[in-house]
């Protein structure tokens, strides 16, 4: 029987930087590649029985068409052995050394054939995350020059983001072809940019950061975007064709969107026209809301923590209760996530230098020890474990 | 403008207190008694021992007493500074030398100075003070995560517990 997914997630970004001469593998850092049967024990011991979890695509997709298995055949028959069902993320701000970043226009077929490759191979495995937060991908390695090919430019965003669509689209169509009972959860982060002030310049600015951070997904669900934004496309490079082609796609009621939510996504445009981190202003039930009124599919909260780990427990009490909230009011939240199981490392500079600063943002540290917030997520989950799945996610089970 | 926080409120916020399974300070007892028998077979060795003794005007198995208590002490107050930290199998050792290092420094360096009124040790005395000391450190940091994994308790229990305490859905917090 279906049941409401409460979930964490294994740490797994894999961006290079530096030019592509370090590749920051949160796989690596955190001793997962050493610990891994101990960190899905973990998992049970919380209490959870999802997780969310990316395969190393840069040590399996060594090459076009040729795979190498060997870590991944250990961890998820050990998942199934443990109980543990993963939401796989096929790609996670990383891509092969051969794929070199996100500009490469062999990308998206490329991605749809390991997408295809691992579903043959883990047939057993129902969920998937495509391309995790594509607008995020595409923002960091083109627009703010961070990760991959660190460009600043709105032709490489644009071309970033039209590659790791089309991936999306060609992943979930590949996938389906080998499991037609498949269930995607698109997991995006939940964007808002607010202007400081009644400056037209500063409200345009805004507002048209408040409609790019849509167009991955428009592009995806095949929602037209704005006039404006449309303009912006094509004088980046996109061809009229290919916004046909997504607009003539249609990808079901098999996707759900997930909007993870951080301290940092909603953002101020101040006097200077320069965007600044606002904290908590909203919060996950505004900003989700927008996200659910354009697409109204099923939606699950992805991603969430706080940097600062005494007051963790009461963000989980605090994201929970924004769960809890727009179910009531109708929209269908299918699950919810602490993301992620372990603390990470170097992620409170967004991965863009290899100092190995631990962000105590897990429910364990590195030593495999529970946080405080281990011990509130358990009691939440054993609180709300038979929580209903609501009208509309028939889905789910379905499956 | 930077936030104004103490040290202990940025240590707290950067995760390094105890989790919810942890006994921090019976983990520092215990490890801080083990690390004692290195502790005294140097001082023993080395002549350190006695020369404590006479130091005091006490004998050697009631220094040896005094010290061992002092030294569990020692244990729990490591635990009660390196927190989350002194469980890392990894890097527990050099956290334990160093500490070691600092009571060498603190103790028969300084409060002996201040307190005593003829030199502690010389010689290979002397030495083994400072052996022992460094020693003691160095086998507290490192047999203190594997205390901690043995006493520590599970996360099941724990919630289990507060579960039955009737704790509200905020319990959590």
Redesign the interface.
Same mark, same amino acid.
């Given at each position: 029987m279906a049941e409401f997914m409460f979930a964490t997630g294994i740490e797994c970004s894999a961006p290079t930087i530096d030019g592509g001469r370090w590749r920051v593998d949160q796989l690596e850092s955190t001793g997962h590649y050493k610990h891994w049967r101990r960190d899905i024990e973990l998992i049970r011991e919380v209490g959870l029985k999802f997780v969310r979890y990316g395969p190393p695509i840069h040590l399996i997709f060594t090459a076009e068409n040729k795979f190498d298995w060997s870590f991944t055949d250990k961890v998820f028959e050990a998942m199934r052995e443990l109980g543990v069902e993963p939401l796989v993320d096929l790609v996670h701000f990383g891509v092969p050394d051969w794929l070199e970043n996100f500009q490469h226009e062999a990308l998206p077929e490329a991605m749809g054939a390991f997408a295809r490759a691992f579903a043959e191979r883990y047939d057993w495995i129902k969920f998937y995350t495509p391309v995790n937060e594509m607008y995020v991908t595409a923002r960091m390695s083109a627009l703010d020059g961070v990760w991959n090919e660190q460009m600043r430019s709105d032709r490489g965003f644009v071309t970033a983001t039209r590659h790791v669509a089309k991936a999306s689209v060609l992943m979930m169509t590949e996938i389906l072809r080998v499991k037609p009972e498949a269930i995607f959860i698109n997991s995006e982060s939940s964007e808002f940019h607010q202007p400081c002030c009644p400056d037209p310049e500063i409200e345009r600015k805004a507002d048209f950061e408040n409609q790019r951070r849509f167009i991955a997904l428009d592009l995806l669900y095949s929602v037209p975007v704005r006039g404006d934004v449309y303009t912006y496309l094509l004088d980046n490079g996109m061809p009229r064709e290919e916004y046909e082609w997504f607009m003539s796609r249609k990808i079901g009621r098999r996707a759900i969107l997930g909007i993870d939510y951080y301290e940092w996504n909603e953002k101020l445009i101040n006097s200077d026209g320069h965007i600044e981190m606002l904290g908590e202003l909203f919060g996950w039930y505004v900003i989700t809301m927008q996200y659910y009124k354009r697409y109204r599919r099923l939606i699950m909260h992805t991603e969430t923590n706080t940097a600062d780990a005494e007051e963790a427990p009461n963000w989980l009490w605090r994201q929970w209760h924004n769960v809890r909230l727009i179910r009531q009011d109708g929209v269908p939240v299918v699950g919810f996530t602490w993301y992620s199981l372990l603390d990470q490392i170097d992620w409170n500079i967004g991965l863009s230098k290899p100092l190995g600063n631990v962000f105590p943002v897990g429910l364990y540290d590195l030593n495999r020890d529970p946080r405080p917030v281990a011990l509130a997520y358990k009691h939440l989950v054993e609180i709300y474990r038979k929580e209903p799945l609501l009208a509309g996610t028939d889905l789910l089970e379905m499956s | 403008m930077a936030k104004d926080i103490s040290f202990m409120q940025y240590m707290?916020?950067?995760?390094n207190?105890a989790? @919810?399974?942890?006994r921090p300070l019976l983990t520092g007892a215990i490890s801080g008694l083990l690390a004692f028998v290195p502790y005294e077979a140097v001082l023993r060795l080395s002549g350190g021992r006695a020369s404590i003794a006479a130091g005091f005007d006490i004998n050697m198995w009631t220094s040896t007493a005094i010290n061992m208590v002092v030294m569990v002490l020692a244990g729990m107050i490591y635990a009660a500074i390196f927190k989350?930290a002194a469980?890392?199998?990894r890097g527990g050792w050099i956290f334990g030398a160093s500490y070691g290092f600092v009571l060498w420094m603190i103790a028969p360096i300084t409060m002996w100075q201040l307190l005593g009124s003829r030199e502690l040790a010389v010689g290979t005395a002397a030495m083994g003070l400072f052996g022992a000391h460094v020693l003691f450190g160095l086998a507290l940091g490192t047999v203190f @995560?594997w205390i901690?994994f043995l006493i520590?308790s599970?996360?099941?229990n724990?919630?289990d517990q507060?579960?039955q305490m009737g704790q509200s859905?905020?319990?959590?917090?």
């Open positions: - | 707290r916020a950067h995760g207190t989790g @919810p399974t942890q989350r469980n890392d199998c @995560p901690h520590q599970r996360l099941s724990i919630n507060r579960m859905e905020q319990g959590g917090k």
